[in-house]
């Protein structure tokens, strides 16, 4: 059964940072491309930063230059990185395996202008 426990969310003020960690077990991590997705309200859920098995990384336009998604496979936990943020960014974040329809509780981001 996968289970994927996301936190480190929060309040923050504008141009302040968050590190969100997403801990993830049932699956052979280390094997899987994850994703750091986000859900605001009334809007569709977006992927906004993968990283692969072998650690490539991709980013949405929006955040690109502010966040940065690691890995430690030796943790079985994917983290997200966010700087300078924007109250665009105020969203519940989730973590997902490439291919996995397996989502956890996420973990929400509020950033005040």
């Known amino acids: 059964q996968v289970q994927l426990v996301e936190s480190g969310g929060g309040l923050v003020q504008a141009g302040g940072s968050l590190r969100l960690s997403c801990a993830a077990s049932?699956?052979?991590?280390?094997?899987?491309?994850m994703g750091w997705y986000r859900q605001a309200p009334g809007k569709q859920r977006e992927l906004v930063a993968a990283?692969?098995?072998?650690?490539?990384?991709n980013y949405a336009d929006s955040v690109k230059g502010r966040f940065t998604i690691s890995r430690d496979n030796a943790k079985n936990t994917v983290y997200l990185q966010m700087n300078s943020l924007k109250p665009e960014d105020t969203a519940l974040y989730y973590c997902n395996p490439f291919g996995l329809n397996s989502w956890g509780q996420g973990t929400q981001v509020t950033v005040s202008s």
């Open positions: 049932g699956i052979s991590f280390s094997l899987n491309a």
């Open positions: 990283i692969t098995s072998g650690g490539r990384t």
